[in-house]
């Protein structure tokens, strides 16, 4: 059994066990704070102490880039267009008397050609040379009856003189056989004219070629019995032809398009790309503009008239050949731009602007003033300056005032430094 002075001997030795334990945690704790302290002085004082470190931003490179130098100068317009080749003249030859061909020219098959006069084609004569020779008796039939009242007139004309009795008018004339020679007259005249008709008619038995044509079309042969309104053959011109261009009404003012006969319009290339190759071509000019724009695209026609489409002459022979219902390309030459500067259309940039390399090797993005926007190159009137630096290389990201350098130039002058006295500590 324990006694109360155990109990208390227990009671008084727990805290004495206790104390050198909570002593040890204090200054556990002391020493830790001693350390950070310590720490954390000798942090500031070296931070109070040290130098500061001055240092500059990293040095922006220039960007690199290719430039051409802008010239002033005085150059022709040009107007792309497309058009159809179409025959200057067509015609399809009918006779105009009928009966049953004999002759036909050897050169009478598609694509043959033909010079003006040529024969083409002959009808059997026989009839028509009967007919004229029947009409050249009845001239000399009504020549004899003219001169025998002639003659009976002059008689007439004696017998009323001897007489010289004065009579009226109306039978003078019957007296003088007046009545009678008249119809004699009238009967040569109208016999003559009937000569004049069946030689006619003998000479319609031979159609010509009425121009210098190639042959379209052959609707007869040797043989055909034929009459008027029977088609014969379909000739196209061979020395012009036609091309009908169409042309955005914008680019008409750059043109020259005559509005008279014998004045000169523009000079126009006409090209073949695929049948001919990109460095052939044949020359015309601009001879009309329709009254009336085409109605799909709303564009304008221009007529365009080329010599010698088929090559024929001397002086065009090895040229190619502009055919009936080619489509051709073509490049109008238009009127003199004075004191423009020219730019390849790749360098100019998004709103009519360029990218100009300034006197301190700087991007300057200026805006231009273009007066005329060809295919390949644009005219610029205002904005530019003879001389100045024109970039050429694309850039990503341009900005305004950003460096430059060009291809070639050292490395180090496109080398540009941030704002010196800047510090970090």
Not at 129 to 140: F, K, L, P
Not at 325 to 332: P, Y
Not at 364 to 387: C, H, S, T
Request: with cysteine.
């Amino acid at each position: 059994m324990t006694t109360p002075r155990d109990s208390e001997t227990k009671t008084d030795a727990t805290p004495r066990r206790r104390l050198p334990r909570i002593l040890g945690g204090g200054i556990k704790v002391a020493l830790t704070l001693l350390l950070v302290g310590g720490a954390m002085a000798a942090y500031k004082y070296q931070m109070e102490t040290s130098p500061r470190v001055q240092r500059q931003r990293p040095a922006r490179q220039a960007r690199l880039v290719q430039v051409i130098e802008l010239q002033n100068s005085h150059h022709a317009t040009a107007v792309s267009a497309m058009g159809t080749v179409v025959p200057a003249q067509r015609v399809t030859l009918h006779p105009q008397v009928s009966g049953q061909i004999v002759e036909v020219c050897e050169a009478l098959i598609p694509g043959g050609i033909v010079s003006a006069g040529d024969k083409l084609v002959m009808i059997d004569p026989r009839d028509y040379e009967v007919q004229v020779q029947q009409r050249r008796g009845d001239v000399a039939r009504a020549l004899k009856e003219l001169k025998v009242e002639q003659g009976n007139q002059a008689i007439a004309r004696q017998e009323y003189e001897l007489l010289g009795e004065i009579i009226a008018e109306e039978d003078r004339e019957l007296v003088l056989r007046e009545p009678q020679l008249a119809s004699a007259r009238s009967a040569l005249e109208s016999a003559e004219a009937a000569l004049r008709k069946a030689e006619l008619d003998l000479a319609r038995c031979e159609i010509f070629a009425p121009f210098n044509a190639v042959i379209q079309d052959k609707h007869v042969d040797l043989g055909t019995t034929v009459s008027a309104g029977t088609q014969l053959v379909t000739l196209i011109a061979t020395d012009e032809t036609w091309i009908d261009l169409k042309v955005p009404i914008s680019q008409l003012q750059w043109l020259t398009i005559p509005q008279r006969n014998g004045d000169a319009g523009s000079r126009v290339k006409i090209f073949n790309t695929l049948a001919w190759g990109p460095e052939r071509f044949r020359t015309g000019q601009v001879v009309r503009l329709y009254g009336q724009i085409e109605a799909e695209g709303r564009m304008a026609r221009l007529l365009v008239a080329v010599d010698d489409p088929f090559s024929l002459k001397p002086a065009n022979r090895g040229e190619p050949r502009l055919l009936m219902g080619t489509f051709v390309q073509a490049e109008i030459e238009g009127r003199t731009l004075e004191s423009v500067i020219p730019i390849a259309r790749p360098y100019v940039r998004d709103n009519d602007t360029v990218w100009i390399m300034d006197d301190n090797d700087q991007l300057e993005i200026r805006p231009v003033q273009i007066v005329y926007r060809g295919p390949e190159v644009v005219f610029v009137e205002a904005g530019l300056e003879p001389n100045e630096r024109l970039i050429t290389t694309d850039i990503a990201a341009p900005v305004a005032g950003m460096p430059l350098r060009l291809v070639g130039s050292d490395v180090s002058q496109g080398t540009v430094v941030a704002q010196e006295g800047e510090t970090q500590p």
